[in-house]
Structure formats: structure tokens, C-alpha cells
């Protein structure tokens, strides 16, 4: 059940994955589809019983080896890819699979030296078990109370939700490690309906985490009804992203939008205007379109933007989403949202313009932030 869910988590991110390379949406494919394929043979085993041994082994290798290819992405960074050598960000969706891939890595080894393990064996395993998934359970809370890592709306429909699956499935790991450490030390038989009542709610809690790491749905103009762009981000007024903090005389990029052609014909963005005024608490100094900033949880970076004029781009449905980035400096205290742009476009012989909300707020020295709506 468990490395079903990691499965299921990858092939949802594919989409995400492949804006920023094509080989990472490749990773997520082969990944998923191992991990489901595998995680449903364990469950409906065929053949002797050496095979369903060696395809236990290579459950535990493939689990640790994918969380250690995670662990580089988010320390060191990975070789290739849009950023070589930049470590990603944490997100909900990531850490939630490498939960699922570590729990499954300790579950199917207990199952292959099951033989050779004795009652004091058993309840250091217990013992370890039931404190690690504890463990797991305040890290996840303390980081997140702590900012180290966030949902990202365009990556996690459901950010809180999400938080209070984790916890209650790493609860119920916790049962389920305790339960262990209660038969080896009672020497009691073990009861299916005891173990039903533990494993019955933990794969409850481990659906609902994949469900609420599912990528946001919704958009803009998604069926491309008022023009031949849509905006893919999955923002709206009700999940809205945290105030960005500016000093005065501070830069920061922040991607605003993230674009995407409609059909087969390329649409070139023609003009990039924002529609209301803007006043005394920032200045926007530019507007580019970064690729390498797709899906990012990292949407904000200090510093200038990069990446060619967003006026000019041209516009490819084959080549995915393409992430607008406003470089913005901080004046004087003060709150400015910078609320929706009106684009031009042209496609072939037609012409025409599309207003797009941004969902961005600034908030410059001292200025008190408006408080975004919980998701």
C-alpha cells in the first residue's frame, strides 16, 4: 500500500517535473510505474517464492535509492536539469513520497530477516521504530512552523490538510512499530483483527496524504475560451500565496505568472502591463520569462531577475509553462499587490489582449501584511 502511494505521488508530479526537464518527467514515469506495478505485486504475489524475495530486495534497494537521489536534489543538487548543482526546495509532495519510500525500505527488510529475528531483536525494532515515526511526526511540524519548507499552490492543492495527514499517518506508524514491540515482549499470538485495526487506518491516512499532495488544479482561462493563453499556476482568491517582505532599497524576483500557449500555433506576447497603478511603496523594474523557474517552490529569490523581456516571447504548447518574473525593489514602507496584467498576444492573423490575475502582495519595511486565507 505504501509504495503504491510513493507511485502515485510521482506520476501525479510528472506534469510539474517535465516543465522543468524532460528527463525528470522521465524519473517520475519509471519511478511511479515500478512503484505501483510493485507495490501491487506484494499484494497479489505470482510465482515461487524466490522471486517474491528478490522482488522484496529490489523494494528495499529502489526505496533507499530514490530517497538518497532525493536527498541529494535538496542538499547538493543534482548533476543535470534546468539548475545543475542548485539544491531544490522541500515540498509537501516530495517529502510526503520519501516518507512512504523510507517506511516501506524498514517494513519489507523486517519481512525478509523476519526468520532471524529473535524477541530482543523485535523489540529494539519496536522500540526504534515507534520513536522514529515520532520523531518524523514533530520534525515535519516544527519545520513547517518554522517556514523551512512550504506548499507551494502551483505543486499542493491542499497545504494544511496535507500537515495533518502526515502527522496522523506517522501516528499510526508509530501504533504500528508499538504494536510490534507489545507481541515480541507479551510473546502473545498476533491478532489479524488487532493488526487490521491498525493497518486498516494507516493506509486511510496514507490516501489522504497522496490526496492532499495532488497538484493544484485550476488556472485561468483553462479552456482557453477568452484567448490563446492560460495561466497554469492554481492560484486564486482563496489560495493565496504569502506576502513577499521587501526592504526599502531590497530586489527580489518573484514569478507572478505561469503561461502556457493554447493549440498548435505559437502566440507571441506583443505587450505586459500592469493594470492598476502602482504607488509609492515599490517600483517594478522588469519583466522576464525564466524557464528554469518552472514549478519551483521557490518562487521568490532575492536579487535581480533573469531571463529574456516577457514582450517578445514567443509562446510554444509543446514546450509547457513559461514562469513571468517581475524584479521589483522596495521604496518606502508601505503594501502594494500587484493584482492582474493585461497581455497582448498574436497568433498567426488574429490580435488581441487577456487580463490575467497575479494574486502577488508586497509589503515594504515596516508595513503590517494582510494575512492570506488558510488552505
Avoid at 518527467?25 to 506484494?42: C, E, K, N
Avoid at 526505496?63 to 531544490?88: D, H, K, M, N
Avoid at 517494513?107 to 530482543?120: E, N, T
Avoid at 520523531?135 to 507551494?152: C, E, I, K, M, S
Amino acid at each position: 500500500m505504501l509504495v503504491v502511494a510513493a507511485g502515485v505521488v510521482h506520476l501525479a508530479q510528472i506534469g510539474p517535473h517535465s516543465d522543468e526537464d524532460p528527463l525528470f518527467g522521465l524519473f517520475f514515469l519509471v519511478v511511479g510505474l515500478i512503484q505501483v506495478a510493485g507495490g501491487l505485486y506484494l499484494v497479489y504475489p505470482l510465482g515461487p517464492d524466490r522471486l517474491r524475495v528478490a522482488f522484496v530486495r529490489f523494494g528495499v534497494v529502489g526505496s533507499v535509492a530514490t530517497v538518497c537521489v532525493w536527498a541529494v536534489s535538496r542538499t547538493a543538487g543534482l548533476p543535470f536539469g534546468a539548475e545543475p548543482g542548485v539544491p531544490e526546495t522541500i515540498g509537501l509532495a516530495d517529502a510526503a513520497a520519501d516518507l512512504f519510500e523510507l517506511i516501506t525500505a524498514l517494513l519489507l527488510a523486517m519481512w525478509i530477516y523476519r526468520p532471524h529475528l529473535g524477541v530482543r531483536s523485535l523489540t529494539r525494532v519496536g522500540i526504534a521504530g515507534a520513536s522514529a515515526a515520532l520523531a518524523l511526526a514533530g520534525l515535519w511540524l516544527l519545520t513547517r512552523q518554522l517556514h523551512l519548507f512550504d506548499p507551494d499552490p502551483r505543486l499542493v492543492a491542499y497545504g494544511d490538510l496535507a500537515d495533518l495527514a502526515a502527522v496522523g499517518f506517522l501516528a499510526l506508524v508509530a501504533i504500528l512499530f508499538a504494536r510490534v514491540l507489545f507481541v515480541a515482549r507479551t510473546r502473545a499470538p498476533a491478532s489479524k483483527m488487532a493488526s487490521l485495526a491498525v493497518l486498516a487506518p494507516l493506509g486511510l491516512a496514507a490516501l489522504l496524504l497522496v490526496a492532499f499532495t495532488l497538484p493544484a488544479r485550476g488556472g485561468q482561462n483553462p479552456d482557453c475560451a477568452y484567448g490563446p493563453i492560460r495561466e497554469d499556476s492554481g492560484l486564486s482568491h482563496t489560495t493565496l500565496p504569502a506576502p513577499i517582505h521587501l526592504a526599502a532599497g531590497e530586489v527580489k524576483s518573484v514569478v507572478v505568472l505561469l503561461l502556457a500557449a493554447c493549440g498548435p500555433d505559437r502566440v507571441a506576447i506583443t505587450s505586459f502591463d500592469l493594470i492598476q497603478p502602482l504607488g509609492n511603496a515599490i517600483v517594478l523594474e522588469r519583466i522576464t520569462v525564466d524557464r528554469s523557474r518552472v514549478s519551483r517552490a521557490d518562487r521568490v529569490r532575492p536579487g535581480p531577475g533573469s531571463g529574456p523581456p516577457a514582450v517578445g516571447t514567443l509562446l510554444d504548447a509543446s514546450q509547457g509553462r513559461y514562469p513571468v518574473v517581475v524584479q521589483v525593489r522596495g521604496l518606502k514602507s508601505g503594501v502594494q499587490a500587484l493584482s492582474a496584467f493585461k497581455i497582448g498576444w498574436a497568433a498567426r492573423a488574429a490580435a488581441g489582449s487577456i487580463g490575467l490575475a497575479s494574486f502577488t502582495t508586497f509589503c515594504v519595511a515596516d508595513a503590517l501584511c494582510p494575512t492570506p486565507p488558510s488552505r
